[in-house]
């Protein structure tokens, strides 16, 4: 991977170092151009600077007049530089003190000038003379040169020295041309192979391009085929897996190759290792095919099944098991369902209690149960799979048919069934009908019961006609019992609403008889009052105070039963109405033990309250206070004096409370528990009873509880105590609910009621009254 990263940088890199060498090359060159250009400009100036002081030294004591201008002049320059001395281009002139050229060498062309025509106007040369030193000036003719200009003593005249430039770069454009040219050839060349390295860049790139191409169709083939490339280098001892391979495993590549060891720890023990595969190819040079297990990354198993041959290496002479591994673990599952299956439908067809055979196509056995054998008496070893028809019946025996019933089977069909009866008295049903493939299957079935149910059915079809016929005689006797059973209904009607009436009777009289029952009591207990507070005077014996305490006790005992009956009275006529309000559990227990705390107190007995704080209840104040006062007149009544206990408790229960009475009186004897509650009832006899009382007030009680939607419950063991507790509603939102439904239930008949809503009698009553 590091090497094909750096052939990638490489590919773009060398073109870019080529280029930039070839610009070093080009810059280095023009300036090493410049630099010799400008050491010949500056040595042509020190050799004018020279030969010009040489020649004003030469000119210092020579006279320059009018008649040494000519061939004078010209032959001392001469003398003083010939020449073959002098520098190509390179010309000395004399000037006289008129700035007039008298001589030249070499000689200059045409007709004598001055200086300043030669230099040109405005010079600075000819304007400061020596003093400029060497310079480079623009002659007339436009030609660029270097100049020097010294005086001669004693104002005689000048003496000047010109070089063309071009004369003096003569030499270095001829070396420059040359460098250009070898510079010039090495660009080419370094050009040439920066474009064929580019070309076989290019073409090995797309060499790659092609290649991984191919490794992604390979590797897409491969992944579809659910199987991977494996390359094990022998020699080596490393293995290497196409991309396919990991994905099939689930394994995210790290490295290019596998080391032996890693491949060889995830091929499970059982199915033998690398290294026995190994030794078998070094041995040999056979082929392998191999299935084995490999361990995925979720720490499954998968079956793989390699094909290889070995593959000598043409580069390093040594081998490569080169080959592909396939995923067969489906078709490993496949065959161990079909293993299963196949399996399971030889035990079901051998569990199935009909003789069942199936051949195939070429009429030959496939499978077959022990009851076919047994009804053809073969034995496992007759009744091969694979065996033709003729061959294993030939070895069996034919079941002796008495008769055989067939059906109509239509032409061309694919099944039949017909039943037979054997000699032994067995029936058979044999259904035979054509597979998809052409054979056929046949099932033997044992209908001797069913054979014999229908025998049953036809004898019970005939005594089936004679109970039909005795049920139309009895149906004619039930139409006269249905007559009697309208009559006698009709009857309980009539009857039904006399006992309503004398009920209605009963309350009535129970109302008078309380209106009369009361208004002498009263009286008798208002005088026995009076008499036993001797309010008008003295009774004249200690005796009289205490019949008129009696008279006035047994008074007020007869109102309280009389209170009692019609109270029951009034709750058995359902004309008790209840106004539930939320009411504290502890107040409603407070006032009711104000009613027997005297008693309580005579009897020596102690009372032990234990409420919740702040408990309420959804309860008519009045029916709590009797159902509470009875209940507690009830414990103190039955628990004898001395040191007897009462214990009252109230817990809340869920969407109720719960209100306990518990006492260690006399308690109650299991077989009167059932009687308690009902009007009347008491545990002791007429004969055995030392308890005064009316039987109402436990009646009383639950009655109470059950009209708020409550129950009471006895628990009491005899000698020990009793128990007693009564469930009543708490007050919840579904509780208020449902009591505001019921009032304006009761309201709407009430209502009904006023306005003279009657009383429907059933049809046939009506109809006699």
Known sequence: MRFVRAETWLRFALPALFATFLICLAVVATLLLQTQREDVIR??????????????AAFSSVEIADEVKGAEAHQTLRTLLPPGLLHAGRRILLIAPDDSIVAANPPLPGPRRTLTEHLGEMQALSTL???AGVMTVTLADGSTAVAALRSLPGGRGQVAVL???????ASWGLRARNQAILLGAAALVIIGTGIAYALQTNRAHAVDRVCEQIKQRLDTALGRGRCGLWDWDIPRGRIYWSDSMYALLGYHREREFLSFGDVNALVHPDDGDLYSLARHLAASQSTVDHEFRVRGATGNWVWMRMRAEIVPDTIDGGRHLVGIALDVTEQRNLAELNATADMRLRDAVEAISEAFVLWDTGNRLVLCNSKFRHLHALSPDDAIPGRRYAEIMGRGVLPPVRRELRDLEPSGATARTFEAELTDGRWLQISERRTKDGGYVSVGTDITNLKRHQEQLVKSEGELIETVRDLKRSRRTLELQTQQ???????????????????????EFLANMSHELRTPLNAIIGFAELMESEVYGSLGSPRYTDYCRDIRTSGDYLLSVIDDILHMSRIEAHRVKLAPREIPVATAIEGALKLVGEAARAKSLSIHV?????????????????????????????????????????RPAGDSVHVFVEDTGIGIPKSALRRLGAPFQQVETNLTRSHKGSGLGLAIARSMAELHGGALRIRSQEGLGTIVMVRLPAPTPEHRQALSTEAAQETVASLRDAAGATVRLPERTAARV
Do not use: W
Not at 43 to 56: F, P, Q
Not at 163 to 169: G, S, V
Not at 491 to 501: G, V
């Open 163 to 169: 070089q063309p430039l071009e004369d003096i770069t």
């Open 43 to 56: 040595s042509a100036v020190t050799d004018v600077d020279a030969l010009t002081r040489l020649a004003a």
């Open 610 to 650: 234990d409420v919740v704080e702040a408990l309420p209840v959804l309860a008519d104040e009045r029916a709590l206070h009797q159902i509470l006062s009875n209940l507690l007149q009830n414990a103190v009544k039955f628990t004898p004096s001395g040191n007897g206990r009462i214990i009252v408790k109230a």
């Open 485 to 507: 059973l309208a009559d006698l209904a009709e009857r309980y009607l009539d009857q039904k609403a006399q006992a309503e009436s004398a009920n209605q009777t009963k309350s």
């Open 129 to 131: 003379g020596e003093r």
